[in-house]
């Protein structure tokens, strides 16, 4: 079975993350042949190629999106790829399309979140609102399936899409891999007399980063506080965030560690992981966290429900809120307790979604007239 992902690449996220693993997963079983198509020169093309898969690289900055999608229809012409796979808005469009103009059989698209930008500024002008439509008329009609990370997602999917088309296939991580990663160490020496407390995330709007700088300067204001706090990743929001930062006067307590080629040492670290997006799928870094055995606080939403227990999940999506979380779980911030990990479910290791992903495949394939009934 010959299968192409089409995914950007630009930016190092859960996608690239997710898409990463699922491909190295794939690519250990002989009857498959996994090829890569991306459309930026960056991190993932160059994981994806030290893993030997086979990758082709089409520059979106080098050519307009016509000329993308002839260069696609050319590279799966190619290819004869039983199955495309494409993630994103801009990769679902060309990708659907391209693989229907080539002939390919079956094409699925995978949906790692709710849609980062508001309504109110994607209604706001007519392109986004066209190009909304075309993304979704290419879900309903050019692709057999859409793979939602998390239960909750895909139910929203379905008030948009036709429901029969929509699987739930949660995300997985590599626990062998994040081993290695671990043996590579991290070069960062953290205090031991200190509770250290991580976002790990693209710096976008939806992580809300600034959220998280807002409660540790309420920690902070404990009297001989303890709290340290670290911010992996990288992003549009970076130097904002660092002024934001000293405005708060809470400089000298935060860490910037920028992009992580290896955020498992760093993480590991930890005390505990903060996630207070807006809104998530399934983030890979929450997988990570149980993997290492590191406490996470997440805001309750997506993926993140099902993953963690009610006392672990954040209703009161404000700082006070994550603040009041925190201090429940370290009621003694001097000692550097670290609350109870909880382990990675079965269901979120690699092999899993490698094994539920070849299943849908074999299934569309052998039944490629899918029909999609809302």
Request: glycine share 6%; proline share 5%; aromatic share 4%.
């Amino acid at each position: 079975m010959n299968i192409v992902h089409v995914i950007s690449g630009d930016l190092w996220g859960g996608a690239e993350a997710q898409a990463h693993t699922l491909l190295n997963q794939l690519s250990k079983e002989k009857h498959l042949n996994v090829h890569a198509i991306v459309l930026n020169h960056g991190e993932l093309q160059q994981r994806l190629e030290a893993a030997q898969i086979s990758v082709t690289l089409l520059d979106e900055t080098q050519y307009s999106s016509p000329w993308l999608l002839i260069k696609l229809c050319l590279v799966l012409k190619r290819l004869k790829p039983h199955v495309v796979h494409t993630h994103r808005l801009k990769e679902n469009i060309l990708g659907s399309l391209a693989a229907k103009f080539a002939g390919c059989s079956v094409c699925v698209r995978t949906v790692h979140g709710q849609d980062e930008h508001p309504p109110s500024d994607l209604w706001r002008t007519l392109p986004a609102r066209l190009i909304r439509r075309v993304d979704h008329w290419c879900g309903q009609w050019l692709q057999q399936s859409i793979i939602a990370v998390s239960e909750e997602l895909g139910e929203q999917l379905a008030l948009t899409m036709p429901r029969a088309a929509i699987v739930v296939i949660p995300n997985g991580v590599d626990t062998q891999a994040l081993k290695c990663e671990l043996a590579l160490g991290s070069k960062a020496s953290l205090r031991d007399d200190r509770t250290h407390v991580a976002l790990v995330g693209r710096l976008v709007p939806v992580k809300r980063a600034d959220l998280f700088l807002d409660m540790a300067a309420l920690l902070l204001q404990q009297p001989n506080s303890s709290w340290h706090f670290h911010i992996v990743g990288d992003g549009p929001l970076a130097e904002i965030l660092r002024q934001k930062s000293t405005q708060l006067g809470i400089a000298s307590h935060v860490d910037f560690h920028g992009h992580c080629p290896s955020v498992a040492a760093l993480l590991a670290k930890m005390n505990v992981l903060v996630l207070c997006s807006d809104h998530e799928g399934l983030p890979m870094v929450a997988l990570e966290a149980l993997a290492l055995g590191v406490p996470i606080v997440a805001h309750s939403t997506g993926g993140l429900k099902m993953l963690l227990p009610m006392h672990n999940l954040v209703c009161n999506h404000t700082a006070a809120g994550y603040a009041e979380k925190l201090r429940s779980m370290f009621k003694d911030a001097k000692t550097g307790q670290t609350p109870a990990a909880l382990p990675l479910p079965n269901q979120f290791t690699a092999q899993s979604n490698g094994t539920r992903m070849t299943a849908l495949y074999s299934e569309l394939l052998a039944s490629p007239s899918h029909v999609k009934q809302g």
